[in-house]
């Protein structure tokens, strides 16, 4: 890369970061700042990091027998970023006790953002500040921003971006360097790219496995490269499955699927339905309320851009060259899978197809249930295919000179869009900054009495369903900062396991160093252990020994 060119990446890394500042504000990067990861989803990536930190190290670097105590499970499904966790809690001796990185994480996704569009940009847009503009739309956009400390795992798009440039540049021809070190080397880019994904969240795997097949194809079309189009899979999916197993992805003894196909699907309209995230576009309704799941709003600065890169593209016939044909097949293929068994648009269901039947593909389509999410190959592939047709300057018709027009073109389109998505910016940022401390649940002596007893390692729900998620997360929380343990969390998937006669059982052979929790609801069960009570902030403390005070 030539100096002028690292500038441009260096100036679209930076404007990543300073989005990001303008958007949620530098607060979120001290580490000791966790007012805005306390509630919802958040909570369970926080909170779940917690309880990992404090897990005894295992063969299997991923897994915690502090959120399910007696067993163990992976960090991987408490959506924590493991590659975070991991490396976070070599240092767990060092850092304090309240201690988050998601701050930093999405900082990181918004300067990979800036930095991997601007750098596949380049391979079509020559001119650097047309480029810059152009990588403000994907630093803004909806998809994106919307994901950030809410998901924040799936919000590194950046993982994305980085199988779509090499899906873009495997069939490059390099002089420099041999055919056998060219293909070692595109084998280990996508080998690199499998552990990102594994080492991140599961979702980013299944994205990138749809781009990493079409990119094999397309090596095996235009190179006749039969070894450099095989590696290409072998590597991903071989490195993929290695991480997943350190970080013990498959011995966490959780279900592989989940309900909800379909209806965590894509609308055939969610291009254009804003979600209250426009100025300008009205609200049009989804077909179910998981779908939101499948959110992929462009924005009016982007439809019309890719509305008058559409219709140049199709004058000039694009679609003959290799490279566009594959990204229409991989369009079309990501499309189909994002739209899963019920196909609607709007609030109008359009047909339903059932696979029940289908055995082994119903299964690993369940691993995938929100399949919304894989629009997100389509949504990048409209953008960066607009902005490569709208890049060539000698396609508009105009008076204007072509290098200009596109300029007051798109800056014009850009400054339309940031007005559009103004209230979904402005909402999203509001809800970081003004976030609140998690509201106290256990606020009664008793709680601190037991914790600097240093007599009790575990707490054991009798039945956690009874809990409200707060409730749950301020025992997780309580347990992480007193070394204790839980029998069970808000995972991302339902254990193969019967925790609550597991429970029972444990309440019935009782341990001097475990806590047992009851709800109220859960009052006539009490006569059904030996287990000496309290009643304080509504729940039932069991004990098997007695204290001073007991009801």
């Known amino acids: 890369m030539k100096l002028k060119g690292r500038l441009v990446t260096i100036v679209a890394g930076l404007m990543g970061l300073m989005i990001f500042i303008l958007i949620f504000g530098p607060r979120v990067l001290l580490p000791v700042f966790t007012d805005f990861l306390t509630e919802g989803d958040p909570g369970q990536h926080y909170y779940g990091w917690l309880l990992f930190r404090e897990a005894p190290w295992q063969p299997m670097i991923g897994m915690m027998n502090t959120a399910d105590y007696p067993y163990s499970v992976s960090v991987i499904f408490t959506d924590s970023i493991p590659l975070c966790a991991v490396f976070f809690k070599l240092f767990r001796a060092f850092i304090p006790k309240t201690f988050q990185y998601f701050g930093l994480w999405g900082l990181f996704c918004f300067v990979m953002q800036g930095v991997l569009s601007e750098r596949i940009l380049a391979r079509y847009v020559k001119n650097p500040v047309l480029r810059l503009v152009d990588t403000s739309f994907l630093l803004f956009l909806p998809i994106f921003v919307r994901r950030v400390f809410w998901h924040t795992a799936v919000s590194s798009h950046w993982i994305i971006l980085v199988a779509l440039y090499l899906f873009l540049s495997d069939a490059d021809s390099e002089q420099c360097i041999s055919e056998k070190k060219r293909t070692l080397k595109i084998a280990l880019r996508w080998g690199i790219t499998g552990i990102l994904c594994a080492s991140v969240h599961i979702y980013l795997l299944g994205i990138c496995a749809f781009i990493m097949i079409f990119s094999a194809l397309r090596v095996w079309y235009e190179q006749r490269g039969v070894l450099r189009a095989l590696l290409i899979p072998v590597s991903f999916l071989s490195l993929s499955a290695f991480t997943l197993w350190i970080l013990g992805g498959f011995s966490s003894g959780m279900s592989s699927g989940a309900p909800g196909l379909g209806y965590y699907s894509f609308n055939l309209l969610g291009f254009f339905i804003p979600d209250r995230w426009s100025s300008f576009m009205p609200e049009i309704p989804y077909y179910t309320e998981g779908q939101i799941e499948g959110f992929s709003y462009l924005g009016i600065g982007l439809i019309v851009l890719v509305f008058i890169a559409l219709c140049t593209g199709v004058r000039r016939k694009i679609w003959r060259r290799p490279v566009v044909g594959f990204g229409i097949g991989l369009f079309v293929f990501s499309l189909f899978f994002s739209l899963s068994t019920e196909v609607s648009a709007g609030q109008y269901l359009l047909w339903?197809?059932?696979?029940?039947?289908?055995?082994?593909?119903?299964?690993?389509?369940?691993?995938?249930?929100?399949?919304?999410?894989?629009?997100?190959?389509?949504?990048?592939?409209?953008?960066?295919?607009?902005?490569?047709?709208?890049?060539?300057?000698?396609?508009?018709?105009?008076?204007?000179?072509?290098?200009?027009?596109?300029?007051v073109l798109t800056v014009c389109c850009l400054v339309l869009q940031i007005v559009d998505l103004y209230p979904g910016l402005s909402e999203k940022s509001r809800s970081i900054r003004d976030a609140q401390p998690a509201m106290e649940v256990l606020n009664a002596p008793i709680w601190d009495e037991l914790a600097e007893s240093g007599k009790y390692r575990h707490i054991i729900f009798m039945n956690k369903d009874l809990l409200m998620q707060n409730e749950l997360y301020a025992f997780a929380n309580y347990a992480a900062m007193n070394h204790m343990t839980i029998n069970d969390f808000d995972f991302a998937r339902s254990f193969d396991l019967h925790i609550r006669e597991i429970a029972e059982d444990s309440a019935r052979h009782s341990s001097s160093d475990t806590i047992y929790i009851f709800t109220m609801a859960e009052q006539n069960m009490l006569d059904n252990f030996d287990l000496t009570y309290y009643a304080y902030d509504g729940y039932f403390i069991g004990l098997k020994e007695r204290k001073d005070e007991c009801v």
């Open 352 to 407: 339903k197809y059932d696979i029940e039947s289908a055995g082994l593909i119903r299964r690993l389509w369940e691993v995938f249930r929100s399949t919304g999410r894989f629009v997100w190959i389509p949504t990048y592939l409209l953008i960066f295919g607009a902005f490569a047709v709208l890049g060539c300057e000698n396609l508009l018709n105009t008076r204007i000179r072509p290098k200009k027009a596109i300029m």
